[in-house]
């Protein structure tokens, strides 16, 4: 049986346009297309880490809207367990995504049910967190759901992994010493750390910064870049594989999910760290949120240019 991932975090229907760059404020601009794909950060870990080789539990909110079954439906297609996926009344959650020609997005999310994921909803499927090797977490649901599941997945002796996004600000200094794994990407270790990071250098001040907070260790993700990872005593920098790219969204999400299911699995850090960017490279060649996201015999051929 494969190590257990659970995630506990966002679904969201993505409605996305692809136009030739992102509109300017009051500017009205013609797309090419239109298409509604499953995504949401919580979703599209689950999702990476299925198709990456973990059993995966996911605990989230939908609504009773049409999204909200199509929602759970992507994920039972993957095999992932959704007992712990609740349908609350109300909107499901969406997201609103423009891609241009250059592949990057701009990205405006409406929480919906994923408002409705309580500190008392996960106590109700407390048995799902039990189950758990790895436990990941974002920031797509009301905080003080985040940490209550950080501080429970720690209390339970699980290795806790948070990937801060989207993030605007510090996070409570209190859930740093509940974390294993701190996964943000530069805009986001930048809001946590108040370090402005734009290079490697400035990431490895961000990333002592959040291990003196109290995180165990932390990668921070740089894009076309690749990783920095720090545990406190050095770093390392791991470079990304280099494709052409399509459509970034859900890169993040892939890494992260890719990372824990190798982390579960049993890989070291490093390995898990690969793997993960090669996933998350795969993803970049394909358009959409969970679409784009490879399986394990995707990443286990993957040649590298
Ligand atoms: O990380 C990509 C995701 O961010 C999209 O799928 C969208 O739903 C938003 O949550």
């Known amino acids: 049986m494969p190590a257990k991932v659970v995630v506990i975090g966002s679904l969201n ?13 009051g500017e009205t601009l013609i797309g090419q297309t239109f298409s509604t794909v499953p995504g949401g950060k919580g979703a599209n870990q689950a999702v990476a880490s299925a198709r990456l080789g973990a059993s995966v539990a996911m605990v989230g909110c939908i609504g009773t809207d049409a999204y909200g079954s199509q929602l759970r439906d992507a994920l039972l297609v993957e095999g992932i367990d959704c007992q712990a996926v609740s349908t609350v009344g109300g909107s499901s959650g969406v997201a609103l995504i423009v891609v241009d020609d250059s592949s990057q997005n701009a990205i405006v999310i409406v929480a919906g049910s994923n408002g409705e994921l309580t500190p008392a909803s996960l106590r109700t499927c407390d048995a799902v967190l039990q ?6 977490c974002q920031l797509e649901v009301p905080m ?6 950080l501080k429970r997945g720690r209390e339970l002796g699980k290795t806790v992994i948070l990937n801060p996004a989207p993030a605007s600000g510090p996070l409570p200094a209190d859930w740093y010493a509940s974390i294993d794994y701190l996964i943000p990407n530069e805009s986001e270790a930048s809001a946590l750390s108040g370090v402005a990071v734009d290079s490697l250098d400035s990431a490895k001040v961000a990333a002592t910064a959040l291990i003196q907070a109290g995180a165990g260790k932390v990668i921070i993700t740089l894009g076309a870049q690749g990783a920095l ?10 470079v990304a594989p280099k494709v052409k790219a399509v459509d970034t969204t859900a890169a993040g999400d892939t890494f992260v999910g890719g990372f ?14 690969r793997f993960g960017q090669v996933a998350a490279a795969l993803s970049v060649t394909r358009a959409g949120a969970q679409p784009s996201i490879p399986t394990l015999h995707d990443v286990q051929g993957f040649v590298p240019a």
């Open 229 to 238: 990872f720090a545990d406190g005593k050095s770093f390392e920098h791991l």
């Open 131 to 136: 189950a758990a090797d790895v436990i990941i």
């Open 13 to 25: 229907m993505d409605l996305v346009t692809r136009a030739s760059r992102l509109p300017r404020a």
């Open 260 to 273: 824990a299911a190798a982390l579960a699995a049993g890989q070291s850090e490093a390995e898990a760290i």
């Open 144 to 149: 003080e759901t985040v940490g209550y599941a």
